[in-house]
């Protein structure tokens, strides 16, 4: 079986930018760990990307804080975590809401010709880290999906427990 480790925005915009939370922060170590254990596996990453027309798309409308914005300091990956990257030539996807329906198709077609488990760590718990899981579970339903709760971090740590508990009622592991 083929282990995938994938990053969900781990963004400067949400451990100390526009976003950014004291939970998210403490998890940027853990994180750099987890993706250094996986080294000679699959990584693969997101960016959350947005434009200049942020404010203007449904999203910028409920959440009318611009965050991301591509080609800022923002939308970039935190340094520790991009530089862990490196080591592992993880595939990026940039993505302009909550999922990754590209990554998830990606993902699809790897599972095709040998078995997958899927690790997931980042943020938001309770907005991408659920979505991607979520999407990736409707996808590849047979597919061995976890959470990794201690790499990942809410908007609240109560919003982050409860999408916890929605994933897990939805058969995707915790760990």
């Known amino acids: 079986m083929k282990n995938v480790l994938v990053v969900i925005d781990m963004q400067n915009d949400f451990i100390d930018g526009a976003l950014g939370t004291?939970?998210?922060?403490?998890?940027?170590?853990?994180?750099?760990?987890?993706?250094?254990?996986?080294?000679?596996?699959t990584v693969i990453a997101t960016k959350d990307?947005?434009?200049?027309?942020?404010?203007?798309?449904?999203?910028?409308r409920h959440l009318p804080v611009p965050h991301c914005i591509k080609g800022?300091?923002?939308?970039?990956?935190?340094?520790?975590?991009?530089?862990?990257?490196?080591?592992?030539?993880?595939?990026?996807?940039?993505?302009?809401t909550f999922g990754s329906e590209q990554m998830a198709e990606?993902?699809?077609?790897?599972?095709?010709?040998?078995?997958?488990?899927?690790?997931?760590?980042?943020?938001?718990?309770?907005?991408?880290?659920?979505?991607?899981?979520?999407?990736?579970?409707?996808?590849m339903p047979e597919a061995v999906i976890k959470v990794n709760a201690g790499c990942c971090a809410g908007v609240t740590p109560e919003s982050h427990e409860a999408a916890l508990l929605t994933?897990?009622?939805?058969?995707?592991?915790?760990?």
């Open 167 to 175: 994933m897990k009622m939805c058969q995707i592991e915790m760990i």
């Open 49 to 60: 990307t947005h434009g200049d027309n942020y404010m203007s798309t449904s999203e910028g």
């Open 106 to 139: 990606y993902l699809y077609e790897m599972a095709q010709k040998e078995e997958i488990q899927i690790e997931l760590v980042g943020l938001c718990t309770d907005i991408c880290v659920a979505s991607n899981a979520l999407l990736l579970k409707a996808k």
């Open 72 to 96: 800022t300091k923002g939308w970039e990956i935190r340094e520790e975590i991009a530089e862990a990257l490196k080591h592992t030539e993880a595939k990026i996807f940039e993505k302009p």
């Open 22 to 41: 004291r939970e998210a922060q403490a998890i940027v170590s853990s994180v750099t760990e987890r993706i250094r254990e996986y080294a000679g596996q």
